[in-house]
């Protein structure tokens, strides 16, 4: 099996009756969604907010200003606060750094790449002993399935 072919993830799923309420929840999502784009196409509280409408998604991700990129405090850790593309929104430096991310990377070697990456990932844990160190919430933590 390899994450770029297959639909699976690689975190096992939950068993028991989070497993059961788990899978209950994601059969009812089509429907659950058709009635939220009927009746609260745009809905949530506090920082977290659910938008159904293809119109209406195209413009949270247009709109950097208002809707940050999620993965900042993670890679502040990673990086040492140093500035990635990733974490980044749409500025110039952020373009900067992503022309210059696609001049070194093409599409083309993105399923190569894809690969290696996975294989190194998978004897990273092969070789772990059952433990991995993870980056949460901006800080490291030991991850044992």
Not at 77 to 83: K, R, Y
Request: overall charge negative.
């Amino acid at each position: 099996m390899s994450i770029l072919t297959s639909p699976d993830c690689y975190r096992p799923a939950s068993g028991g009756l989070r497993g059961w309420l788990a899978d209950k929840a994601f059969a009812a999502a089509p429907f659950v969604m058709g009635v939220m784009r009927r009746w609260a196409p745009i809905a949530g509280a506090g920082s977290t907010w659910i938008v159904t409408r293809y119109d209406d998604v195209l413009e949270v991700f247009a709109t950097d200003a208002a809707f940050g990129a999620p993965y900042r405090e993670n890679l502040n850790v990673i990086t040492g606060s140093e500035p990635f593309f990733l974490g980044m929104g749409d500025s110039p430096e952020y373009r900067a750094q992503l022309d210059a991310m696609q001049a070194v990377v093409r599409p083309g070697d993105l399923p190569r790449l894809g690969q290696e990456a996975e294989d190194r990932a998978r004897a990273l844990v092969e070789a772990s002993d059952g433990t991995v160190e993870v980056v949460s919430e901006g800080h490291w933590k030991l991850f044992t399935p």
